[in-house]
């Protein structure tokens, strides 16, 4: 048995005061007689889009068409369909690096999440950010942090807002196993509970900080456990199936709403290393073949077949569609221009300040780079 198996076998929740309760078995069977059959489809479409789209990115990073830091979220697309379903138009989601998947999810289009990656003007981010850094206001979607940790006290900011201006919504704040461990993760979570702010903490436990183990880098490896000080409502749901996770955000939704700041450990496996470029030395065959097992796009589409909600035929459909929408997503980054060499400080800031360099200085920057004549 692997060790995030394990994790997932025991279970268990803490309650607002901080007392440790057995969780709900999240191994128990859906009755997807009583799912809307469409729905479901689309969840499966969803998690095929993001295994694609990520499988080609790891692609283009390798021809050198993507530059910079590269995060995959392969092997985590039930836990990032899980969270995005549940959510509604009106919350904020902050996240991690790891983010494409979410944002795929929350409605962008692949395009111009490929356009961000390339570094073109057609980006989400408009070629600004990269791979790290995507970003959407019309979505809510507030970016992906490259500072791990960084996004914590975002969040909290505007789960603090939404109270304040009495607005519905409540604030995602997606991130890895290892920022559990940081400063900004305990005053935030301190100050989410003194104000009764609407934040859920949706941690992505795939298992490995970087290349280290969760046991080896947190003194308590049952991570939602890390509200207990704070007499914080903590759950450990299994992030291989899509519908376990959907239904826990669900629920910890209806409590944020509620003043009831939470957290939701969702225990995953990420297929690939760290990043692109990490072979993952550190795991055994055996531990991956065990991870690459209990594949969560495949398990899916095995479950829809059980059901007869779908046939071969819908799967091979599917399929192609999903193919030809990644590849259209590819060549249109491709073709996409490269962001204005005078626009280089545009968007240093959010608002007009006095005295920010211009075209003339980002002209002459380029020049002394050796990339402007």
């Given at each position: 048995?692997?060790?995030?198996?394990?994790q997932?076998?025991?279970?268990?929740?803490t309650d607002?005061?901080?007392?440790?309760?057995?969780?709900?078995?999240?191994?128990?069977?859906?009755?997807?007689?009583?799912?809307d059959?469409?729905?479901?489809?689309?969840y499966?479409?969803?998690?095929?889009?993001?295994?694609?789209?990520?499988?080609?990115?790891?692609?283009?990073?390798?021809?050198?068409?993507?530059?910079?830091?590269?995060?995959?979220?392969?092997?985590?697309?039930?836990?990032v369909?899980g969270?995005?379903?549940?959510?509604?138009?009106?919350?904020?989601?902050?996240?991690n690096?790891?983010?494409?998947?979410?944002m795929?999810?929350?409605?962008?289009?692949?395009?111009?999440?490929m356009?961000?990656l390339?570094?073109?003007?057609?980006?989400v981010s408009?070629?600004r950010?990269?791979s790290?850094?995507?970003?959407?206001?019309?979505?809510?979607?507030?970016?992906?942090?490259?500072i791990?940790?960084?996004?914590i006290?975002?969040?909290?900011?505007?789960?603090?807002?939404?109270?304040?201006?009495g607005?519905?919504g409540?604030?995602?704040?997606?991130?890895?196993?290892g920022?559990?461990n940081?400063?900004?993760?305990?005053?935030?979570l301190?100050m989410a509970?003194?104000?009764?702010?609407?934040?859920?903490?949706?941690?992505v436990?795939?298992?490995?900080?970087?290349?280290?183990?969760?046991?080896?880098g947190?003194?308590e490896?049952?991570?939602?456990?890390?509200?207990?000080?704070f007499?914080?409502f903590?759950?450990?749901?299994n992030?291989k199936?899509?519908?376990?996770?959907?239904?826990?955000?669900?629920?910890?939704?209806?409590?944020?709403?509620?003043?009831?700041?939470?957290?939701?450990?969702?225990?995953?496996?990420?297929?690939?290393?760290?990043?692109?470029?990490?072979p993952?030395?550190y795991?055994?065959e055996?531990?991956?073949?065990?991870?690459?097992?209990?594949?969560?796009?495949?398990?899916?589409?095995?479950?829809?077949?059980?059901?007869?909600l779908?046939?071969?035929?819908?799967?091979?459909?599917?399929?192609?569609?999903v193919?030809?929408?990644?590849q259209?997503a590819?060549?249109?980054?491709?073709?996409?221009?490269?962001?204005?060499?005078k626009e280089?400080?545009?968007?240093?800031?959010?608002?007009p300040?006095?005295?920010?360099?211009?075209?003339?200085e980002?002209?002459?920057?380029?020049?002394?780079?050796?990339?402007?004549?």
């Amino acid at each position: 048995m692997g060790k995030v198996d394990e994790q997932l076998r025991q279970s268990l929740t803490t309650d607002a005061d901080g007392e440790m309760q057995q969780a709900a078995p999240h191994y128990a069977p859906h009755d997807l007689a009583k799912e809307d059959p469409e729905q479901l489809k689309h969840y499966y479409y969803m998690m095929l889009l993001m295994r694609r789209f990520e499988e080609r990115t790891g692609e283009m990073y390798t021809k050198a068409k993507i530059g910079g830091y590269c995060h995959l979220n392969l092997g985590e697309e039930a836990t990032v369909m899980g969270l995005m379903a549940a959510m509604q138009p009106e919350d904020y989601i902050y996240t991690n690096y790891r983010e494409h998947g979410y944002m795929l999810a929350r409605g962008a289009d692949p395009g111009a999440v490929m356009a961000e990656l390339f570094g073109k003007e057609t980006g989400v981010s408009r070629g600004r950010g990269g791979s790290m850094h995507l970003f959407d206001r019309k979505s809510n979607f507030m970016g992906g942090y490259a500072i791990v940790g960084g996004q914590i006290p975002l969040a909290l900011g505007a789960a603090f807002a939404l109270k304040y201006k009495g607005e519905p919504g409540v604030a995602f704040c997606q991130m890895g196993d290892g920022t559990t461990n940081i400063g900004a993760w305990h005053e935030s979570l301190n100050m989410a509970k003194l104000y009764a702010v609407p934040l859920v903490a949706f941690i992505v436990n795939n298992g490995y900080g970087m290349g280290t183990t969760v046991e080896k880098g947190s003194a308590e490896p049952d991570l939602y456990k890390k509200g207990c000080a704070f007499r914080m409502f903590g759950e450990r749901v299994n992030g291989k199936d899509v519908l376990a996770v959907r239904d826990a955000v669900r629920r910890h939704r209806e409590m944020a709403l509620n003043g009831e700041p939470t957290i939701l450990e969702c225990v995953s496996y990420r297929l690939r290393g760290h990043s692109v470029v990490d072979p993952a030395r550190y795991r055994s065959e055996e531990e991956v073949r065990a991870g690459r097992s209990e594949d969560p796009v495949q398990m899916f589409a095995k479950d829809l077949l059980d059901a007869q909600l779908v046939a071969d035929a819908w799967l091979k459909e599917t399929a192609d569609r999903v193919e030809d929408e990644v590849q259209k997503a590819i060549d249109f980054a491709e073709q996409s221009p490269d962001p204005d060499i005078k626009e280089l400080f545009t968007y240093m800031y959010a608002t007009p300040v006095a005295n920010t360099p211009g075209a003339e200085e980002a002209l002459a920057a380029a020049r002394e780079a050796g990339g402007e004549h």
